[in-house]
């Protein structure tokens, strides 16, 4: 990763945290509500998403340039979704261990070499959730194979990485851990971050 620009400080005051009320809570997440105190000195009612998991996306590429999407029904937004495989690693859990067991259980595969490539995070006005993005190479089919959990129901596919990026730029693939890990392996594929015949196959 490059060096943090020197421009990129904090300025003002922070917010400050209040008595929080636990409003739900599930396996996943807790859902909070307290009356915090703005950067203005305002009091702000404030709801906020606790997440138990930390977020992992996973980007394999395999050796001739195309890229595996997962495919599934998504319940919040009712629609169906291509997506790269992702997940949740608990927290306090190593999120490789966490980006492998996503890899093996939504695709059946495994990868010889890992690489962290982004950190992100995911809606943070509401929520605490956060993210970590791998590039997974040297594919094989992971020992047990493709074991998606009782609630899922997987189908996959083998594109073109270039076109798997240019249907998230518009708008088929809205999942926003796919597109910000397609972009970054363009990226890398561009800047010369990543072995130079898989690069040049991505980008073909």
Not at 19 to 43: K, L
Not at 44 to 61: D, E, H, Q, W
Not at 98 to 111: F, I, K, M, P
């Amino acid at each position: 990763m490059s060096q943090k620009p020197a421009w990129l400080v904090a300025h003002g005051t922070p917010w400050k945290a209040g008595v929080e009320r636990v409003a739900f809570e599930s396996g996943w997440i807790t859902v909070t509500e307290q009356i915090a105190t703005a950067p203005t000195g305002r009091p702000a009612p404030y709801g906020l998403v606790r997440f138990k998991n930390l977020a992992v996306a996973v980007l394999p590429i395999h050796e001739d340039g195309t890229v595996t999407l997962v495919g599934q029904h998504r319940f919040p937004l009712g629609d169906y979704s291509w997506e790269l495989p992702e997940g949740g690693a608990p927290l306090g859990e190593d999120p490789l261990a966490g980006a492998r067991r996503e890899l093996a259980e939504e695709t059946g595969l495994a990868a010889a070499d890992w690489r962290e490539v982004m950190r992100a995070q995911l809606s943070n006005s509401v929520t605490d959730e956060q993210m970590i993005g791998y590039v997974a190479m040297g594919l094989s089919t992971a020992p047990g194979g493709h074991q998606a959990d009782d609630t899922e129901a997987i189908a996959l596919v083998r594109a073109p990485f270039r076109e798997a990026l240019d249907a998230a730029l518009a708008g088929y693939l809205p999942d926003m851990l796919t597109v910000a890990m397609l972009l970054r392996g363009y990226h890398m594929a561009r800047e010369g971050s990543l072995p130079g015949a898989l690069s040049r196959a991505m980008l073909g």
